[in-house]
Each structure stands twice: as C-alpha cells, then as structure tokens.
C-alpha cells in the first residue's frame, strides 16, 4: 500500500461519486480489449453481465461514429 496525504484522500473523496462509474466503463472496454469474457470483467469490475454488455455496444456504436465524423474532415 502507500500513505495517502489528508489533501489527497480529500480530493479523492470528492472526486470519487462522479470518477467511479466512468472508471467501471473504462475498464469494461479495457479488459474487453484484452479478450476477457463479460462474465469475468462483470465480475471484476463489479458490474452485471448485460451491463458489460451494454458498454461493449455503447463503445461499438461511439466508436464507429466517431470514425465517420473524423472521415469526414480528412
């Protein structure tokens, strides 16, 4: 482990309600990346099995839009 300073743990304490869950998405689309099976990422990560599963689409459908706009202006 390491010490956290009462600054730190502060800013971590607030930050944390609102950093969590985009942390969770993260590493949903981290680990899929990675190969693991939704079962296991969802139980990694805290999450349910569709859960899991709805982030992988929402990564899918995010991504393949931001593929048309970025062709767009090339």
């Known amino acids: 482990g390491f010490d956290l300073t009462d600054t730190e743990r502060a800013a971590l304490s607030l930050s944390a309600p609102w950093v969590a869950p985009i942390a969770r998405r993260a590493a949903v689309i981290l680990l899929s990346g990675d190969g693991q099976s939704a079962p296991a990422i969802a139980r990694d990560v805290g999450l349910s099995v569709s859960t899991v599963y709805y982030w ?3 990564w ?13 202006w090339q």
């Not at 899918?60 to 767009?72: C, L």
Request: no cysteine; aromatic share 0%; net charge positive.
């Open 56 to 58: 992988r689409r929402e």
């Open 60 to 72: 899918s459908e995010r991504r393949m839009r931001a593929k048309v706009v970025v062709g767009m």
